[in-house]
T-cell receptor, first 113, second 110 residues
Framework: DTGVSQDPRHKITKRGQNVTFRCDPI?????LYWYRQTLGQGPEFLTY????????KSRLLSDRFSAERPKGSFSTLEIQRTEQGDSAMYLC???????????FGSGTRLTVV | GEDVEQSLFLSVREGDSSVINCTYT??????LYWYKQEPGAGLQLLTY?????DMKQDQRLTVLLNKKDKHLSLRIADTQTGDSAIYFC??????????FGTGTRLQVFP
């Protein structure tokens, strides 16, 4: 296990379709974070999990967005009825509770056409 | 609310030192981080500083922390073209998540 994996790397979808992204954290990391990054901006926090519990959700996370981490390992982020404004890089990060570093994956780039 | 500010651009000549500054409004974390992002890539942890330290040196990188003024800086000595990237300071907010500003785009020219 060499890092945080995200799948797919790229996704192009038509407006109105649903998409789902997956994040596999480093195996011993119990905390998992989702961020969204648009062009020219820094990452914006979306939500985070400690084990399977979703502890915080940003107000950026509209009701079209849902995230799960059912067994406290991998996580999925689903966007329903995608809009062009959802086009962004979606980043996942993980860490342990006492670790001093947040490890990021390479991200999933979503393009809504 | 929590906010992080950095200058948008920095341009330096290869071999010179680069200094990237950051101010933040709030951090209750034990650590403050610097991340590097190359085009189209995720974020790479560059270095971090423990919040009760004033300075940390890590090879070509020096981090200075002024906790009273909530100011953090990253100095890169002998800057190379491979250092060209966007640099983010990221103090964790009061609920454990990292807070990012727009980052500083460092351009290194020969």
């Amino acid at each position: 296990d060499t890092g945080v994996s995200q799948d797919p790397r790229h996704k192009i979808t038509k407006r109105g379709q649903n998409v789902t992204f997956r994040c596999d954290p480093i195996s011993e990391h119990n905390r998992l974070y989702w961020y969204r990054q648009t062009l020219g901006q820094g990452p914006e926090f979306l939500t985070y999990f400690q084990n399977e519990a979703q502890l915080e959700k940003s107000r950026l996370l509209s009701d079209r967005f849902s995230a799960e981490r059912p067994k406290g390992s991998f996580s999925t982020l689903e966007i329903q009825r995608t809009e062009q404004g959802d086009s962004a890089m979606y980043l996942c990060a993980s860490r342990t509770g006492t670790d001093n570093g947040y490890t990021f994956g390479s991200g999933t780039r979503l393009t809504v056409v | 609310g929590e906010d992080v500010e950095q200058s948008l651009f920095l341009s330096v000549r290869e071999g010179d030192s680069s200094v990237i500054n950051c101010t933040y409004t709030d951090s209750s974390s034990t650590y403050l981080y610097w991340y590097k992002q190359e085009p189209g890539a995720g974020l790479q942890l560059l270095t971090y500083i423990f919040s009760n330290m004033d300075m940390k040196q890590d090879q070509r990188l020096t981090v200075l922390l002024n906790k009273k003024d909530k100011h953090l800086s990253l100095r890169i000595a002998d800057t190379q073209t491979g250092d060209s990237a966007i640099y983010f300071c990221a103090p964790p907010g009061d609920t454990d998540k990292l807070i990012f500003g727009t980052g500083t785009r460092l351009q290194v020219f020969p």
